[in-house]
């Protein structure tokens, strides 16, 4: 069974960075696509960004488009999201997701596996 493990989340002033950081325990996401959804209080979790299994394919969210860069390490089993140029509206838990199909706009009932969550919270 795959376990994530995220982490990197934190408080930001807007305009600044942060970058999450996504470990599979168990070494075994080699074959998985990979990526981040993330969920506000009184929101639907949506899709944030994706990256095939291979780092050759990558998709983003039109609202994170030029800001957010996912990348992933093999050798480290481990997927990154550097997010910059924070704004408020950014604040939400940020879920690390895998096993979900490579497509635009994946919907959350499409992923088998989950991280907990960490909190990303963008201050005025």
């Known amino acids: 069974q795959v376990q994530l493990v995220e982490s990197g989340g934190g408080l930001v002033q807007a305009g600044g960075s942060l970058r999450l950081s996504c470990a599979d325990s168990r070494r075994t996401f080699s074959t998985y696509n990979m990526g981040w959804f993330r969920q506000a209080p009184g929101k639907e979790r949506e899709f944030v960004s994706s990256?095939?299994?291979?780092?050759?394919?990558?998709y983003y969210a039109d609202s994170v488009k030029g800001r957010f860069t996912i990348s992933r390490d093999g050798a480290k089993s481990t997927v990154y999201l550097q997010m910059n140029s924070l704004k408020p509206e950014d604040t939400a838990v940020y879920y690390c997701?895998?096993?979900?199909?490579?497509?635009?706009?994946?919907?959350?009932?499409?992923?088998?596996?989950w991280g907990q969550g960490t909190q990303v919270t963008v201050s005025s």
């Open positions: 997701a895998a096993g979900f199909p490579l497509v635009a706009g994946p919907r959350s009932l499409e992923v088998p596996y």
């Open positions: 990256i095939s299994w291979n780092g050759g394919s990558t």
